[in-house]
């Protein structure tokens, strides 16, 4: 499908977490306290699997991202499943 829409015009991969800062691979991630729209609202976080609280890399990547797609104003958004993870031992 991507072959498709890349023949018919531009592709812009765009990944959040990237944008905040994370890097490749990086750990898994969880909501505590709530979920995404209580993260907004400052009353949850999102932690990763060793503890560290990554929220403001998410949001600051979820800013990024609005940032690009006001940029770009695009037909469509395709969204990708499953993110990179470290490898473990």
Do not use: Q, W, Y
């Amino acid at each position: 499908m991507l072959e498709i829409l890349r023949a018919k015009g531009v592709l812009v991969p765009v990944c959040p977490e990237i944008l905040g800062g994370m890097g490749i691979p990086r750990l898994p991630c969880r909501f505590s306290g709530g979920d995404g729209a209580a993260v907004l609202r400052g009353e949850a976080n999102i932690i990763d699997a060793d503890g560290t609280d990554r929220t403001l890399s998410f949001l600051r990547g979820a800013e990024e991202t609005a940032s690009v797609v006001e940029l770009i104003s695009p037909d469509l958004i395709v969204f990708k499943e499953g993110v990179p993870r470290a490898v473990s031992g």
